[in-house]
């Protein structure tokens, strides 16, 4: 088998479904034709070499790559990919080479060639680089196209370098009208598929601003992420991000610009040192350029794919290390007249972006500009959500001026929200130590409590709000002591300190009324809402409180309350309808993004994703939104409580399912990692010690979480209910059980848990009529889910059984049945057991009966046309979640495209009638 050369990056990221839609291709034994188009180095030569790698040693692999200068070498793919084939015939190949015989002829014997080492057998057939090729060869992969047999032909392009002039671009265009061509665009990298490249080259996680910068430097392209990684022995990623370009790849972006003329040149140098992104207007003003020579020149760098149009009269070069590489080569005293002119221009002008004033600041060497800039900007970019940028503007200031208190508040409220607790940290207490005013320190210490929440320093945590309750007593009655009020209120409610949240609350509102504070105010609501909201008989007055309070800090601009309001919200108690839960946590997602607010706009959303599965009763789509968020946040380097914060939600869906080793994983996974809160861990360990019916550890392991939840200041009474059912099913002795239930069930603990627990230590003691009573008048109890309530309906059933009322318990099964549809692990196993029990050994459903409501749903829009990234927006969903619905949907619908879904759901909608 013919491998592939050059160009294969060595691990391949973020093209997973791209290789499933070939390998259906190549295993489908019918003849297809697959288009890869991308642009240098993004990866099309990678992914046909993982593709090749999946298939059986019996397809014949043809692989030929055409050159720059194939255009002058006929059949150059071909023989390119059977120059080591030694049972090609040389007739053959003389008779393609001999240049008089007629076009059709030779076209014929390459053909014949192919025939020859193919045969009957499955084959794929790869023409690489396509742009580049002969037109023979061109003529030659449209014949192939046209065969039949069990073949699949792939061609890769690149399509910035495919000119009308080239055979390559009639050639698109025919096999489209005459095919059913497959076409595979690839795109760069995101920011998480970066850092998911880094944590592979590197064998760790990626640092978050290292993996931030160096995306923003390679525009996602992995060959240039990767020849930067070879560049640097040790693959330190931070010092990666100020490492020079290795000459190869400085050498192979410089080429882009090596045949340009001088104008071009001019401006190209001159676009290189205006920044990221070039305003048509200042590129003119600093080349002195006339409109419409700008214009010619800018529309050929455009064709050329030297830049790119990125908004209107805005340019930017497609890789920000072209320009890098440009620059490097310009002396500094060119570079600095240019700097100085484009201030110049800026400050003339007034008004303009204060990124851009402090960048040619920093290169004229005019540091107060630079300063009075990253001020301006710092304050602009944090109030309309671009948290990253500020940062870097307000770092960029802090290197000349590095206790300005005004930049080191700026930098540590922009690193809080871009998720980058450690320089957050700093920035805080660095800002703290100089401030001269009690307000500003106050302010200081107010965001030093919630980062220290973050960070798991409970300790620093406890001294914070000492220092802050302190510092009251020195400030004037008013809007300082009001701020610094709020602040301890935030804490005690972070530690769960609920009454003295409210009392800290109710004290900073009496203030901001009386001194006419609204923002004092609306954070104090937030704090004394979310503590309301905490506790069953207080949570209706708690969520109407943020519910009002969502709207006012929207309509003021105030979008981090906004968002941790929402935030609350959607994880408190759960609303009635799942349209309203769903827009709560979409709204949340937008308000955070408007506030630059990381970890609420994508951790915490991927969460709401996976509760709002649990809310329809889908336990394969919730473990598929948590995978997919985990398998993003893991490639960072975080700390504290983001380190793995999907990590204990997935553990208990996975104990959900009975998987147990993924279980066993996520603990190991969670155990290597500083400050896990008390009893997480040990709890988890109990739990999997049950259900692997483990008696003697799960009883040690019991003593050391009971020992450990003394530290917690929280209780779940979800978390009581699953260790209570995993302890029972192993058989603990009841006077463990009932301790531990003891124990976890405190007065804050929802009435609806409460009572099924109870049901359960009552059925275990015998206590049948109780338990029986307390299970039905949960069954229908909101705050519970599908699958919960399900069990609760089982528990009933057993009851009315072991009491001699059968029917009644077949009904109770009958009701816990769809509960359950789209469940799986031990509450299944339960209902099965209990069906045998009644003798309903239940028909399997098939077609439309077997769908879920929520797979319904998805199988309407289906039949629309939807993608499945236009499901996911449809029903806030993410796109994995969605290709989780519809697989299951062709499964049991036993469809085997979705333009068959439609009709199978007609036939259903028919018989209804």
């Given at each position: 088998?013919?491998?592939v ?37 993004i ?30 070498r ?103 009208r ?62 990666l ?25 001019r ?21 002195g ?57 800026l ?51 802090l ?28 920035y ?17 210490l ?33 809007a ?14 972070l ?24 923002a ?86 991927y ?29 960072y380097?975080r ?7 999907h ?63 003394a ?87 057993r009851?009315?059984?072991a ?24 509450r ?86």
């Amino acid at each position: 088998m013919r491998t592939v050369r050059g160009g294969a990056g060595p691990v391949m990221i973020g093209r997973e479904s791209e290789l499933r839609r070939l390998a259906q291709l190549a295993s489908a034994r019918e003849p297809a034709v697959a288009i890869i188009a991308g642009e240098p180095g993004i990866g099309k030569t990678r992914l046909v070499h993982e593709l090749l790698a999946t298939l059986p040693a019996t397809t014949v692999v043809l692989v030929g790559q055409a050159e720059p200068s194939s255009l002058s070498r006929p059949y150059e793919v071909l023989l390119d990919a059977i120059d080591d084939r030694p049972e090609v015939s040389r007739t053959r190949l003389a008779a393609l080479a001999d240049a008089t015989r007629s076009p059709v002829e030779r076209l014929h014997t390459g053909l014949a060639i192919l025939d020859d080492l193919i045969g009957d057998a499955p084959a794929v057939v790869v023409f690489e680089d396509l742009h580049w090729a002969d037109s023979e060869s061109a003529a030659l992969f449209e014949r192939i196209a046209d065969q039949r047999g069990p073949r699949l032909l792939i061609g890769t392009y690149r399509p910035d370098e495919v000119t009308r002039r080239q055979p390559v671009a009639g050639l698109l265009a025919r096999t489209e009208r005459r095919h059913a061509v497959t076409h595979v665009r690839l795109d760069r990298l995101t920011p998480a598929q970066t850092a998911a490249l880094l944590a592979a080259a590197t064998g760790a996680p990626a640092p978050l601003r290292a993996a931030t910068a160096l995306h923003a430097r390679t525009g996602g392209n992995p060959f240039f992420l990767e020849e930067l990684l070879r560049a640097l022995p040790g693959y330190d990623v931070e010092a990666l991000v100020e490492q020079p370009l290795p000459w190869s790849l400085a050498d192979v972006l410089r080429r882009q610009v090596d045949d340009l003329d001088p104008v071009t040149h001019r401006i190209v140098e001159a676009a290189t040192v205006l920044g990221h992104r070039i305003p048509f207007d200042l590129l003119a003003a600093v080349t002195g350029t006339g409109e419409d020579e700008l214009i010619a020149v800018l529309r050929d760098l455009v064709t050329s794919g030297v830049l790119v149009e990125s908004g209107e009269d805005e340019f930017t070069f497609r890789h920000a290390l072209l320009r890098e590489a440009i620059g490097d080569q310009m002396l500094g005293r060119q570079r600095r007249r240019l700097h100085e002119a484009a201030l110049d221009v800026l400050l003339g002008a007034g008004g303009s972006d204060p990124a851009m004033v402090a960048h040619h600041a920093r290169g004229a060497g005019r540091y107060d500009d630079l300063v009075a800039a990253a001020r301006r900007g710092t304050a602009l970019y944090l109030s309309i959500g671009s948290a990253y940028q500020a940062l870097q503007l307000a770092e960029m200031g802090l290197d000349e001026v590095p206790d300005d208190t005004e930049l080191l508040a700026g930098a540590a409220r922009a690193a809080w929200l871009a998720g980058l607790l450690d320089d957050a940290l700093r920035y805080g207490r660095r800002w703290r130590d100089l401030a001269a005013a009690t307000s500003d320190r106050a302010e200081a210490l107010y965001l030093l409590i919630r980062l220290a929440w973050e960070s798991r320093e409970f300790a620093e945590m406890r001294a914070l709000t000492d220092d802050i309750e302190t510092l009251i007593a020195q400030l004037p009655r008013g809007a300082d002591q009001a701020r610094a009020m709020t602040a301890i209120a935030q804490s005690q409610y972070l530690r769960d300190e609920l009454d003295s949240a409210i009392l800290w609350s109710d004290r900073a509102l009496t203030l901001a009324d009386e001194f006419e504070l609204p923002a004092v105010r609306m954070a104090a609501l937030l704090e004394k809402g979310a503590a309301l909201s905490e506790r069953p008989h207080t949570t209706a007055d708690g969520r109407e409180m943020l519910s009002a309070l969502v709207d006012e800090a929207e309509k003021a601009g105030e979008w981090v309350l906004a968002a941790r309001a929402l935030n609350y919200l959607f994880y408190g108690e759960q609303p009635t309808s799942p349209e309203e839960h769903a827009a709560t946590l979409e709204r949340m997602r937008v308000d955070a993004e408007r506030a630059g607010f990381e970890s609420l706009s994508v951790a915490t959303y991927y969460q709401g994703l996976a509760r709002l599965s649990l809310r329809q009763g889908d336990l394969r789509a919730a473990i598929a939104a948590l995978e997919d968020g985990r398998e993003q946040d893991r490639n960072y380097r975080r700390r504290g409580r983001w380190a793995d914060y999907h990590g204990v939600f997935l553990a208990g869906l996975y104990l959900e399912a009975g998987e147990l080793d993924r279980v066993e994983q996520v603990i190991a996974d969670l155990a290597a990692l500083p400050n896990n809160p008390p009893a997480v861990i040990s709890g988890l360990e109990f739990h999997v010690a049950c259900r692997r019916s483990d008696l003697p550890r799960a009883q040690g392991l019991l003593d050391q979480f009971v020992a450990e939840l003394a530290e917690q200041a929280w209780r779940s009474g979800e978390q009581a209910h699953d260790l209570v059912s995993a302890a029972l099913e192993l058989g603990l002795p009841m006077n463990r059980v009932d301790a531990l239930a003891a124990e976890m069930l405190d007065s804050v603990v929802w009435d609806a848990y409460r009572t099924l627990v109870g049901a359960q230590l009552a059925e275990a003691h015998g206590r049948l009529a109780e338990a029986r009573d307390g299970y039905l008048s949960v069954v229908d109890a909101h705050i519970l889910g599908p699958a919960t309530r399900g069990t609760a309906r089982v528990g009933a059933a057993r009851c009315l059984l072991a009491t001699g009322r059968p029917d009644e318990a077949a009904a109770q099964a009958a009701q816990a049945a769809p509960l359950l549809k789209g469940w799986r692990g031990w509450r299944v196993v339960q209902l099965d057991q209990l069906r045998a029990r009644l003798g309903l050994a239940e028909e399997p459903a098939t077609g439309p009966d077997a769908l879920t409501p929520r797979e319904r749903e998805v199988a309407v829009l289906i039949g629309e046309g939807l993608t499945n990234a236009e499901l996911a927006r449809r029903l806030y969903i993410s796109p994995k979640t969605a290709a989780v619905h519809v697989s299951n949907i062709l499964r049991k619908l036993g469809a085997s495209s979705r333009t068959e879904v439609s009709g199978l759901l007609s036939v259903r909608t028919g018989h209804e009638r």
